[in-house]
């Protein structure tokens, strides 16, 4: 029987008090294009990926909460540069950079919240090196 597996993340929700303020804060801070499908849904476009928005009434649960949410970025730019972005914006560090693990081998790690207190994660991965 073979065995059946999970290929790549689609899309999360993300439970929000402010619809404005917090696509305001991904589009401002870290650069995320904001989008409107279906019927006037927002989402937070990341490649292929999205994270779409409900207001804390709506249905990503029964009990909604907003600031539940934990997520990772990966970015190829250095943190001393997003570190340096994010206190440009405002945007108070919560901890790093720190070692972990990421899902394809060791990262480095900075953490942030956005307005409804969701734990945001950006990170690298080191650079391939080579051996000759």
């Not at 990966?74 to 720190?98: D, F, R, Y």
């Amino acid at each position: 029987m073979p065995t059946l597996s999970v290929d790549r993340l689609e899309h999360v929700v993300l439970v929000v008090r402010d619809m404005d303020a917090t696509c305001a804060f991904y589009r401002r801070v870290l650069g995320i294009e904001v989008e409107t499908f279906g019927r006037g849904r927002t989402a937070l476009r990341v490649g292929r990926q999205k994270i779409n928005l409900e207001h804390a009434r709506g249905l990503a649960s029964d009990q909604p909460i907003p600031g539940a949410g934990h997520f990772c970025f990966v970015t190829s730019a250095p943190l001393a540069e997003w570190i340096a972005h994010l206190a440009a914006c405002g945007v108070p560090l919560i901890e790093g950079p720190v070692k972990r693990s990421g899902a394809e081998g060791p990262i480095d790690s900075i953490y942030l919240r956005d307005p409804d207190d969701n734990s945001i994660e950006i990170a690298t991965y080191a650079p391939a090196t080579t051996v000759t």
